[in-house]
C-alpha cells in the first residue's frame, strides 16, 4: 500500500526528537538544505506540526546549537569542575569541545555564528553554565577575576580560530558565500612558484590533531603565566593589601 501524505502529528514526537533529527539533517545535508517542510518530512508529519515545538527555523538554529553543546555533558572525559587541576580542566574541555566539532562538522558554523544569548558570551562556549564552570574553574584555582575574564577570551579565541579553520579543510562551507565541498586538488601551475612546487605534498598533510595540541600547550603556558602575574590580585585584595 503506498504511504499517504505526512500527517499533522505523530504519537510520541516531541521538542527533543525534532532538535535531534534537526541535527542529524544538518549533518548530513548541511544547514542550507534545512527547512521546516524537508524536517517534518523526514520526521513523517507536515510542517506545521513543528511549530507546537519551535516556533520557527531560527528558534530551531538556537535550539541545536544547544542541544550540540550541550552535548559535553555527556562527554566522560570532560569535567564540570578542576578536580585535577585548572590545565587538565582547560585541555579536557578544549578537547571535548573539538571532539563535537568534529562529529558535527557542518553545525560548528553555526555555533561559531549565531547570535549569542549576551554579547559577551563568546563562542564556541556559548552556554551560560560552562561560562560559569569555566569562571569557577579558574578563580577558585587562585585566577583574579580579570585574569579569568582574560583566560577566557584568550580561550575561546583559540578554540573558535582552530577548529573553524579544521572543519573549513573538510569542505564545510563557513558563510552562506561558501561553495561546500571545494576542491582538494590543486588546478595551477606551480612551476613559477618553486618553493610551493616542492613543499606542496608537505603543505598538504593534515596535522591538524598535532597543531591542535601544540597551540593548547602553548596558550596554557601563557595562561600560566597570566595566574603567575595576576592571579595574586584578588586575594591581595581580600586579605586588605594594597
Given at each position: 500500500m503506498?504511504a499517504?501524505?505526512p500527517?499533522t502529528?505523530?504519537?510520541?514526537l516531541?521538542?527533543?526528537?525534532?532538535?535531534?533529527?534537526a541535527v542529524?539533517f544538518?549533518?548530513?545535508?548541511g544547514?542550507?538544505?534545512?527547512?521546516m517542510?524537508r524536517?517534518g518530512?523526514?520526521?513523517g508529519?507536515?510542517?506545521?506540526?513543528?511549530y507546537?515545538?519551535?516556533?520557527?527555523?531560527e528558534?530551531?538554529l538556537?535550539?541545536v546549537?544547544e542541544a550540540?553543546?550541550?552535548?559535553?555533558?555527556?562527554?566522560p572525559?570532560?569535567?564540570?569542575?578542576?578536580?585535577?587541576?585548572?590545565?587538565?580542566?582547560?585541555?579536557?574541555l578544549?578537547?571535548?569541545?573539538?571532539r563535537?566539532?568534529?562529529?558535527?562538522?557542518?553545525v560548528?558554523?553555526?555555533?561559531?555564528?549565531?547570535p549569542?544569548a549576551?554579547?559577551?558570551v563568546?563562542?564556541p562556549?556559548r552556554?551560560?553554565?560552562w561560562?560559569?564552570?569555566?569562571?569557577?574553574?579558574l578563580?577558585?584555582?587562585g585566577?583574579?577575576?580579570?585574569?579569568?575574564?582574560?583566560a577566557?577570551?584568550?580561550?575561546?579565541s583559540?578554540l573558535?580560530?582552530?577548529?573553524l579553520?579544521?572543519?573549513?579543510?573538510?569542505?564545510?562551507p563557513?558563510?552562506?558565500e561558501?561553495e561546500?565541498?571545494?576542491?582538494?586538488?590543486m588546478?595551477?601551475?606551480?612551476?613559477?612558484y618553486p618553493?610551493?612546487d616542492?613543499?606542496?605534498?608537505?603543505?598538504a598533510?593534515?596535522?591538524s590533531?598535532?597543531?591542535?595540541?601544540?597551540a593548547?600547550?602553548?596558550?596554557?603556558?601563557?595562561?600560566?603565566?597570566?595566574?603567575?602575574?595576576?592571579?595574586?590580585?584578588?586575594?591581595?585584595?581580600?586579605?586588605?593589601?594594597?
Open positions: 503506498p499517504g501524505p500527517s502529528g505523530r504519537p510520541g516531541d521538542r527533543r526528537l525534532v532538535v535531534g533529527a542529524e544538518i549533518d548530513e545535508h544547514i542550507g538544505e534545512l527547512t517542510r524536517l518530512a523526514r520526521l508529519v507536515e510542517a506545521m506540526a513543528l507546537r515545538y519551535v516556533p520557527g527555523r528558534q530551531l538556537d535550539a546549537v550540540v553543546i550541550d552535548g559535553l555533558y555527556g562527554d572525559d570532560v569535567l564540570l569542575r578542576p578536580d585535577h587541576g585548572w590545565q587538565d580542566y582547560l585541555q579536557r578544549a578537547h571535548g569541545v573539538r563535537v566539532a568534529l562529529a558535527h562538522p557542518a560548528f558554523p553555526l555555533i561559531a555564528t549565531r549569542p549576551a554579547p559577551w563568546r563562542p562556549l552556554s551560560l553554565r561560562l560559569e564552570s569555566f569562571l569557577d574553574a578563580t577558585s584555582s585566577f583574579s577575576d580579570g585574569a579569568a575574564v582574560e577566557y577570551r584568550a580561550y575561546t583559540f573558535l580560530g582552530h577548529l579553520l579544521e572543519v573549513s579543510q573538510r569542505g564545510v563557513i558563510t552562506a561558501d561546500p565541498g571545494g576542491s582538494s586538488e588546478s595551477v601551475d606551480l612551476r613559477e618553493h610551493l616542492r613543499l606542496q605534498p608537505m603543505l598533510q593534515d596535522e590533531a598535532a597543531e591542535f595540541e601544540e593548547l600547550e602553548n596558550l596554557l603556558e601563557r595562561l600560566g603565566g597570566l595566574l603567575r602575574a595576576r592571579g595574586g590580585r584578588r586575594a591581595g585584595r581580600g586579605s586588605g593589601k594594597a
